[in-house]
């Protein structure tokens, strides 16, 4: 079973800036792709940020500009930076990672998603 544990979350001022960081408990080398989402009681798991296994990047609108996504395949690590959070930015942070898994000698392969627990972000003055 695949761990992803978040870290970095914590209370900032409106402008202020987070790192959010997310380790894996096995090697990401084989994540297709991973990325951050969020959550703000009520409403939908909603998209941040992901980046693939070949470098590819995307955005939620609303934080382009803002946030950065990035991974370190040697420390097995993905990282959120996050700069001029807004009020809006608060809910909790998931990690989530995409894998095809080799599942016969015939090399057929099945997807599995993996989330970590969360961490909570809360931006307020």
């Known amino acids: 079973q695949v761990r992803l544990v978040e870290s970095g979350g914590g209370l900032v001022q409106p402008g202020g800036s987070l790192r959010l960081s997310c380790t894996a408990s096995k090697s990401i080398f084989t994540f297709n792709r991973m990325g951050w989402y969020r959550q703000v009681p009520g409403e939908e798991r909603g998209l941040v940020a992901t980046t693939t296994s070949g470098g590819t990047t995307t955005y939620a609108d609303s934080v382009k500009g803002r946030f950065t996504i990035s991974r370190d395949n040697a420390k097995n690590a993905l990282y959120l930076q996050m700069y001029n959070l807004k009020h809006e930015d608060t809910a909790v942070y998931y990690c989530?990672?995409?894998?095809?898994?080799?599942?016969?000698?015939?090399?057929?392969?099945?997807?599995?998603?993996?989330w970590g627990q969360g961490t909570q972000v809360t931006v307020s003055s």
């Open positions: 989530n990672a995409l894998e095809d898994v080799v599942v016969n000698v015939e090399g057929a392969t099945v997807r599995r998603e993996h």
